[in-house]
């Protein structure tokens, strides 16, 4: 046993001081974790005791600096640094947030700092500087409006009587952090107008000039697109060229979806990358146009600079998302990196990146599109590390069709590098995933790098001068190329395959993933343990709740006999329908079975429903002889009242288990810890 001990640790330490050189990546990875434990924490860390948790740290350090535990210290001040940040970012965020305790109507009034569409197309108000009556609210307000006033515009000052609702995590366990979300985005509350939209004139103070400015200049580009453009081809349009995606309609987002393509819709390092490339290429091309020009300058560098310039414009022009943040960032360090004669692609270069946003911006962690796209990042540079120089041997040199078909060839084998990367956040956030993204982006992916991003170069620079008439006609067309492709895809057999994989196997393979990606020596392998491990979870049993009801049983599940689980038929609210068909796997009850439920509400004898083991009157329904419940009013559970101000799951095995989706207890900054 002491001799394998013996092996094991020489293994660990002579790969560990081979792979010296890359140690830094490993600093991204350890802040954030540190991140990870602040959110993960059941309550609100005391400021001082992480204080202390610092203070006590730099003291063991400093008493065991002979100890040979350097890299041991360093890498827990990493972790306390990434905790402290995040805990430090919240408390400031706390101070420009308004707490809405509860459902409350108030008599608005704001700045437009910028105009929406919701999912039923009305509009939407993000309004600064609010106030109720005389008293100045703090944070931002999205109201959705009942009917439009032609006078709106961002930077204008309205006023109206307006329904609020605090910000409230999604009604299910574990899911997403809505409420979080809406926290760190300065949003206080959000509600609808319950009175015509009054323009009234702004108060002196001027305040997010800049932004309001920027998002007025969106506006202006996007009803300018849509007297242009059909509204099919306008929404992704609106998308590519400044960010907004609201304008697109729920059949081609699902399309884009289904097929693997959401991806384009999102202004990332797809679109960046192209853009500041061709910007590039451009210059130089320019640039040689003019001989005494080219032998006197280095077109290299002054091409490098103008694409920073013109890559930091789209940035603030798509609405400055964290993929577009994370790939100006690592767009930026690349052509820095070609100024200075450096190498600019490299793992070095990613976790550089990765490192900054968490730095400026801590929660964007716990973000889907932070942990994709740099999920994906990370692979292919990894990839192409250990590969590059394998697959330029098969690389054609003179036939020009063996070269098309080598790019598409690489095309599909970056797509599928990428794809697989970041399946388990797909199946962990979305419970789905696209089947054939890689066909999907096989037939999409040229039209989009020789077409699409072209046009939107092109677009981009003719709209400040009113020009872009026809190259919006040609965006238009090959927007319409790609949504007919996505439309054939997504309609394909078994499209999407759902599934789910638990917390604990997505952390098991980032991390073995992340390991398999950082190292070069031998030891890197061990990390494919670990993903092996991790995705097997995916067929571990896990609980499915009996029951799901919402606060104050304003909507009700139970699952039948066929363990499906359905809804019953009362009025419901669409939002939590589709958050729960999403996470739960919703299904509707049959024809017969709505009937026999809808009367048994009508009589006084107890009817059973078919398939399900429930008996209802017109008072009472009584679920698998355990609860009774009637909507909206009370709710036992073997003969118990059970409180259902919050909503929760019902679990029925040997023992009656009911969890709520908020407890109200150990609240947190960005929970609304308050009953409605």
Known sequence: MKKLWQKFSKTISDNFFAEEFRLLACIPFLFALGIAAYFALPQEPSVWVSVGILELWLLLFYLCRYKNLHYFFIGGLI????????????????????????????????????????????????????????????????????????????????????????????PILNGFKLDRKYFYEDLS???????????????????????????????????????????????????????????????ITDNYRNSGLAHFLSVSGLHLGAIAALVFFLIRLLISLFPTLALRTDSKKIAAVIAIIFSGLYLLMSGMAIPAQRAFIMTTVVLVGIIFNRQAISMRMVNFAALVILIIEPQTLVSVSFQMSFAAVYALVAFYETYAVELSRFAPKHNFVLKILW?????????????????????????????????????????????????????????????????????????????????????????????????????????????????????????????????????????????????????????????????????????????????????????????????????????????????????????????????????????????????????LNDKVKIKPFNTGKNCRPWQNCYKN
């Not at 109720?132 to 009917?147: A, E, M």
């Not at 509350?189 to 920027?214: L, R, V």
């Open 79 to 170: 972790i306390i640094c990434g905790f402290l940040n995040i805990q430090a970012h919240t408390i400031y965020q706390e101070k420009y947030i308004e707490k809405i305790q509860a459902r409350e109507l108030t008599y608005l009034r704001g700045k437009i700092k910028d105009i929406s569409l919701s999912g039923k197309g009305k509009f939407r108000l993000m309004l600064s500087d609010a106030a109720d009556y005389d008293n100045q609210l703090k944070g931002n307000f999205r109201i959705t409006l009942n009917s439009e006033n032609p006078e709106i515009a961002i930077g204008k000052c309205v006023e109206m009587a307006a329904t609020l609702f605090p910000n409230r995590q999604l």
């Open 189 to 251: 509350a959000i509600g609808y107008a319950n009175s015509e939209t009054f323009i009234i004139d702004c108060p002196q103070k001027e305040s997010n000039g800049f932004i309001s400015s920027i998002n007025m200049i969106r506006q202006q580009i996007i009803a300018y697109i849509g007297k242009i453009l059909p509204s099919n081809q306008a929404g992704i349009a609106d998308a590519l060229l400044v960010g907004e995606k609201t304008h697109i309609s729920p059949q």
């Open 407 to 651: 790019y598409l060839a690489n095309l599909v084998l970056a797509d599928f590098i990428a794809s697989l990367a970041t399946l388990p956040f797909a199946l962990y956030h979305f419970h789905r995933v696209a089947v054939y993204t890689s066909l999907g982006n096989l037939l999409a992916g040229p039209l989009i790098g020789l077409w699409i991003m072209p046009a939107v170069l092109i677009c981009l620079m003719t709209l400040p001068l009113h020009l872009a008439f026809y190259p919006l006609k040609v965006l238009g067309t090959g927007i319409e190329i790609i949504n007919n492709i996505t439309d054939y895809v997504s309609h394909l057999p078994y499209s999407v395959w759902c599934d789910s994989i638990p917390f604990i196997g997505m952390i098991l393979i980032v991390c073995g993933a992340y390991w398999l990606c950082i190292w070069q020596q031998p030891w890197r392998s061990w990390g494919i343990l670990l993903v092996i491990i991790g995705a097997l979870s995916i067929f571990l049993p896990r609980p499915m709740p009996d029951m799901v009801f919402s606060d104050n049983l304003t909507d009700i599940a139970i699952r039948d006999n066929r363990n499906n689980l359905v809804w019953l038929p009362y009025k419901r609210n669409a939002w939590l329908q589709n958050i729960w068909k999403e996470n739960l796997n919703l299904t509707e009850m049959s024809e017969k079975q709505k009937k026999q439920f809808k009367q048994s509400l009508k009589g006084d004898e107890k009817q059973k429903i078919d398939d399900i083991d429930l008996i209802c009157d017109n008072k009472t329904c009584v679920y698998k002889s355990k609860i009774e419940f009637t909507p909206n009013k009370l709710l036992k559970i073997e003969g118990i009242d059970a409180d259902t101000s919050n909503g929760g799951y019902i679990y």
